[in-house]
């Protein structure tokens, strides 16, 4: 049997463009002599679509791009994520769902059973579940078990801990799949490349039967998905591997057992690097912008996006902005003209030391002469830099791309209004520790210095004060970052990060700084982040402003 992998990059509302990706992959599958194509989660609509999956105009309308996709399929059978509406006016207006179509002809739909509301989901909010309407579906003489992303990540010979106690996966095995088809939209995040490989092998071996995972790619607001299809034989042996974050349509023959690792390449550094292009390419390409703005400081955390969105949209559509202040060191220029060079960029130099004394007077505010002496005053310079920002980006219609990484945001250090403005928050999930790791990466992928060794090395500072540096104000981004991953991407409680080897009076006052209602306040005002982790900052985390919470370790 022939099988086909339709890992497209889909967007969300583009009935047309969507539906259009669908049938042109279609028409490879039936080129290549393919027997079946397989298409991610919720391919027609895009799975992101939040409370558009409630719009009265959607659900009269959603099963419209099958009128155009079905024809298509004369001659091969498709698997196709979509939604369906819920004819019984109790529950969510729609069911999310596999329709399965052969040679011309809707056989049925493969109703999604496990709704998750962990992290970036929120299933029931939208969707129906399924009732227990599960079969198997014939393409060529194989019987196929299909089910709805979900309904394969509960497998309790796999998984530690489970949320739910039924596995639609097992049920369709029982019932006699010869093959189980999972469709998919699983977000990036660090790990869950190798997590699913694992998992999909797993379950393949386990049950002497194929697996056909395929995945969504793209990027969509914030949530990336990395794409990364897998197709494993009975022997849990993969025997496709498609690539990750780009898209992918290949066919294979299940009967081949040859291992393919195509698509697993590099390490988690590379990996982010990935994400967080495909994030800002994505991002700027479907809200309609072909060129983006920055603001260059001679650090790290610029300069890495400088990179990175230098990549995604092509240097010469990139503007690096330079407002050196009165406490702007001479390296915070040379250095970031040695990037612009390297990189290819337009630049440009906005100085700002002559509005902020203007500033400074009509607001009767002091000069800063040390760092947080006068706080509002080192503000003030963010703030104008944001502002020069935001009038290029609205004059030349360019994307503002914010450029402060996840641990300066976890505990408030940034100025709101100044250097969070933005269209887009590249780094807002990576935290300082991997920015180094992941410049270091590019370098050495280069063979050359794209990033400049002396900004990486460079100590961190915001230069809004004489002498002024972050670890002035905050504990060393060494000590720092290990206690937010573990808060952040694994959830633990400050009595667990301590057991994890870091000191006590430092996990309860970084916790605070995190937790602190004036940090949430900033936080919740950021552009859309770019996710690379569990639990991030950004649309997975719900936290209130107003609140009266505070870590005490004498509790």
């Known amino acids: 049997m022939k099988v086909t992998i339709g890992q497209i990059n889909t967007t969300n509302g583009d009935l047309t463009g969507n539906t259009e990706k669908i049938i042109a992959a279609i028409e490879k599958a039936k080129a290549d002599g393919s027997d079946l194509i397989v298409f991610p989660e919720v391919a027609t609509h895009g799975y992101t679509s939040q409370d558009w999956f409630q719009d009265p105009d959607i659900i009269r309308h959603s099963l419209d791009p099958l009128d155009k996709i079905i024809p298509a399929t004369n001659g091969i059978t498709a698997v196709v994520g979509c939604i369906k509406p819920n004819e019984n006016p109790n529950g969510r207006r729609l069911f999310n769902c596999a329709a399965v179509i052969h040679d011309g002809k809707l056989i049925d739909f493969a109703e999604k059973t496990l709704l998750p509301e962990y992290d970036v989901f929120d299933d029931p909010r939208y969707f129906e579940p399924n009732a227990g309407h599960y079969r198997l579906y014939e393409a060529n003489g194989v019987n196929l078990g299909v089910v709805v992303c979900e309904d394969f990540w509960n497998d309790k010979t796999f998984w530690k801990e489970r949320l739910y106690e039924n596995d639609p996966t097992d049920i369709v095995l029982d019932m006699g799949a010869d093959v189980v088809v999972s469709i ?17 092998s797993h379950r393949a071996k386990l049950a002497r039967t194929p697996v056909i995972f395929v995945n969504l790619i793209g990027g969509n607001d914030g949530i990336i998905f990395d794409g990364a299809s897998l197709v494993a034989d009975e022997e849990g042996d993969i025997i496709l591997q498609a690539a990750a974050f780009e898209e992918f349509v290949e066919t294979v023959e299940l009967d081949v057992r040859k291992p393919d690792a195509r698509g697993i390449t590099g390490g988690e550094p590379e990996a982010i690097r990935q994400a967080l292009v495909l994030g800002i390419r994505d991002y700027a390409g479907k809200n309609g912008f072909q060129k983006a703005v920055l603001g260059l400081s001679g650090g790290i955390d610029s300069a890495l996006v400088a990179a990175l969105a230098a990549e995604a949209i092509g240097p010469e559509n ?6 050196p202040s009165p406490f702007s060191s001479e390296g915070s220029i040379t250095d970031s003209e040695e990037l612009i060079k390297n990189l290819g960029c337009e630049s440009r130099i906005e100085p700002i030391s002559d509005t902020f004394e203007v500033l400074l ?50 505990v408030g250090y940034c100025t709101l209004y100044g250097d969070t403005n933005g269209g887009l928050a590249v780094l807002g999930d990576v935290l300082k520790t991997e920015v180094w790791k992941i410049a270091r990466h590019i370098n050495k992928t280069a063979g050359r210095e794209i990033i400049p060794n002396k900004i990486i090395d460079k100590r961190p500072s915001a230069e809004l004060a004489p002498n002024q540096f972050d670890q002035d104000s905050l504990p060393p981004y060494e000590l ?16 667990e990060i301590i057991a994890a080897g870091n000191d006590a009076e430092l996990v309860y006052a970084i916790l605070n700084k995190v937790e602190n209602p004036a940090n949430e306040f900033k936080r919740q005002q950021l552009p859309p982040t770019l996710i690379i982790s569990k639990n991030a900052i950004g649309v997975g985390r719900r936290r209130p402003i107003t609140h009266k919470y505070r870590r005490n370790k004498d509790l």
Request: net charge positive; glycine share 8%; hydrophobic share 40%.
């Open 318 to 323: 990139l503007l690096c902005v330079m407002m």
């Open 480 to 495: 720092m970052d290990p206690i937010l991953q573990l808060y952040f991407e694994q959830k633990a409680s400050p009595t």
């Open 184 to 200: 998919n939209a699983s977000p990036y995040n660090k790990g869950k490349i190798g997590l699913r490989g694992k998992m999909v």
């Open 361 to 410: 007077k009509q607001t009767k505010l002091d000069k800063p002469t040390k760092g947080g002496e006068s706080l509002a005053a080192e503000n003030m310079q963010s703030r104008l830099r944001g502002v020069i920002l935001m009038a290029i980006s609205n004059a030349e219609g360019r994307l503002l791309l914010s450029t402060g990484n996840k641990s300066e945001l976890a």
